[in-house]
Each structure stands twice: as C-alpha cells, then as structure tokens.
C-alpha cells in the first residue's frame, strides 16, 4: 500500500527531490541502527524482535496522519518508520535462513517471496480506492492494521523458531567474517548486483505513481496488479530452474529483462504502455530476487548465515538510501522519463556484468561454492 506514500509528498507540495529524499532517510536511519540488530535478536528472540518492530511501524505509520506539512515532523516520523521496518526484515531473514531445506533454496525462497508479491498486486488498488473515497487519514489506519496484525501474527510462531538459535559468527565471533563475506570473489559480483537491484527498484516503488499522475492517469494500481501478477505466475511455474538450470544462469538476463520493464515506464500516458511495462518488469523480477537469493545462500557458510543476512540486507537498505535521492534529483531537472531510462540502463549493465562475472570465475576454475 505504501508506493503511494508519494502521493501525499505530492499533496504537500513536495515533488520528486523531495519524494527521493524521504525514502532516502527512513533507509539511512535502518542502515544505521542495522549493527545493533544482531545483539537485539540474540537477546530478545527473532519473533519477539519482529513483534516489537511491526507494533512500532504501526505506531509510526499513524503519526503521518496528523501531519500537513513537509518539514522536520514528517523526517522524524519516517525516521521511526524506517527503523522498524528494516528491524522486522533482518529479523524476518534470519528466522527464514536457518530453517531452508538444504537443495531446495530455490523453491524455499520462490515461496518465501510470494508473501511479498502477491499483496503487491492488490493491495496499490485497494489503497488507491481508500485515499480516492475516505482520504489519507483511514489509508494511514489501514496500513497500521496491518502492521498490528502482522504483529499478532508472530505470536502465534513457535518458540523453536522465534528463540535466537545462536550460530558460531553470533556466540563467539568466529567463523568467516564481514571483511570475508565482502571481499569473497564468488560473492562481490552478486553485492554488487544486490546494489543495482535494489536501486532500481528503487525508481519503481517511489517514482511511477507522481509519474503517472503527472500524465493525467487516475487509477495507476492496475500496473503493480500486473507486475506483480506477472512475478507471482513466474515464482509458481518456475520454482524448480533454480536447480535444474542454476540460479547463476537465470539472473542475468532475469536483470535484463527487468532493466527493459522499467525503461518502458518512460513511455508511461502512452496507450498500453504502462501495461507492457508491467509485465515485462514483472517477469524480470519474479526471477531476479530468488535467484540473488539463492546464490548468497550457496556461496555462504552455514556458520555465517546470521552475517549474511544483515550484509544482504543492509546492500538494500544502502542502495535505497542513495538511489531515491539521486533519481529524485534527475527526475526534477530532466524529468520522470529519462529518469526512468538511467535506472533499466543499470538493471541492463547490471545483467550484461553478471554474466560476464560468472565466465571469468569459470574460465579461473573457481567452483561458485560455499566459502571456507
């Protein structure tokens, strides 16, 4: 629901700078509470830290409500909202990877995805008719719920699951480190690609709906249902590439595919072309984020797992930090449409780099293996 958090920037009086540099902070504020979550998660359980962080961004998501300015309050606010959220994803991740079934991280991690795809492709239209009929106030309302039911959802987990199940990098320090994570040569072209990624998306989430207003389109979510429609149909029927193909395969033309989607939302106002957008874009994505997924857990030690999740997941966090901001400052002076353009040319060079990447480490004989 929250792509058209824009909408009410639009409403104040901001434009994209603005837009870019909200999104901007609330992922600077996640990044820079990210190395404490560890210590959190150890202490408090991975369901009780997700329990806590959910409560709060409903806390946090309420607070837009009373607000009718651009200005310190609202940074503050979306300041608080970043951080719960970035808490409950890397809690989230580190529930989720010490459980994966071993040789079947492909499928385990297409069907982890779905619970982030398939709301995406209603929920833009039923928030879109909430502000359109009731107004912001009860959207804000909704998506607190929301979060309020996520909350007492993980109640509900098992306590085998939720408890902090310590690995050997979180209990003593030993094990394969940061350093090592990053600079292991079968991983830097995946970071690197996680970077691009995130950046990219990026553009999608926080620039196609003031985009599409500016073009005189009213009812924008019926784009997110078929991007996200398009995800999901590729997540179902090709679970199983991952293993039969390989994940290092299917990504880059995954990321080609996606960089092509979201160029053609330059062409957006233009008859259909939102539409094709959305299903290419869609298609490109519905494999990119599995298969980055499953590399970073098969060139990971098990021993690290808890480490990779938070690198993995503070890259998104920093590349939503700088891009926003950046692709702001290019849709302000040259327009949403070249803006778009910028952003599928990195998704394109991001896949044409990969694939090039992963010949040089066959080519050295280097096995795309677990690191020791």
């Given at each position: 629901m929250l792509v058209l958090f824009p909408l009410l920037v639009v409403r104040l009086g901001g434009g994209a700078a603005m837009i870019g540099a909200l999104?901007?902070?609330?992922?600077?504020?996640a990044l820079m509470v990210r190395p404490a979550i560890p210590r959190v998660i150890e202490r408090a359980g991975r369901s009780s830290t997700v329990f806590w962080a959910l409560a709060l961004e409903g806390i946090a998501i309420a607070l837009y409500i009373p607000l009718h300015s651009l200005g310190l309050p609202i940074f503050a606010v979306r300041a608080l909202h970043g951080i719960c959220e970035g808490t409950a994803r890397v809690a989230l991740f580190a529930m989720l990877f010490n459980i994966l079934p071993e040789g079947r991280h492909g499928e385990a991690m297409t069907i982890f995805s779905l619970n982030g795809m398939m709301p995406a492709a209603f929920a833009p239209m039923i928030g879109d008719e909430i502000i359109r009929h009731f107004g912001f106030a009860v959207f804000f309302v909704s998506a607190a719920a929301l979060c309020a039911s996520g909350a007492i959802a993980m109640t509900q987990v098992s306590s085998k699951l939720g408890r902090a199940m310590r690995t050997p990098d979180e209990a003593g320090g030993e094990g394969v480190s940061y350093r090592e994570l990053l600079l292991e040569r079968t991983l830097i072209p995946v970071w690197i690609v996680t970077l691009v990624f995130s950046a990219v998306l990026g553009s999608?989430?926080?620039?196609?709906?003031?985009?599409?207003?500016?073009?005189?389109?009213?009812?924008?979510g019926v784009y997110f249902v078929i991007y996200s429609a398009a995800a999901i149909v590729?997540?179902?029927?090709?679970?199983?590439?991952?293993e039969t193909i390989g994940a290092e395969r299917i990504l880059a033309p995954s990321l080609v595919t996606l960089g092509l989607g979201i160029a053609l939302l330059a062409a957006t106002g233009r008859p259909g072309m939102?539409?094709?957008?959305?299903?290419?874009?869609?298609l490109g994505h519905g494999f990119t984020y599995p298969a980055l997924?499953?590399?970073?857990?098969?060139?990971?030690?098990?021993?690290?797992?808890g480490r990779t999740s938070t690198l993995f997941t503070s890259l998104f966090d920093?590349?939503?930090?700088?891009?926003?901001?950046l692709l702001g400052l290019i849709a302000s002076r040259a327009g949403y449409a070249l803006m778009f353009l910028v952003a599928g040319a990195c998704a394109v060079a991001a896949g044409l780099y990969l694939g090039a990447a992963e010949v040089m480490l066959r080519r050295r004989d280097v096995e795309p293996q677990r690191v020791s």
């Open positions: 999104a901007a902070f609330g992922a600077a504020m999608r989430l926080n620039f196609v709906v003031p985009f599409a207003s500016q073009r005189g389109i009213a009812q924008v590729v997540r179902l029927a090709c679970a199983g590439l991952f939102l539409d094709l957008a959305g299903v290419i874009g869609g997924t499953v590399l970073v857990l098969r060139r990971t030690p098990a021993s690290a797992m920093l590349a939503s930090m700088v891009a926003p901001y």
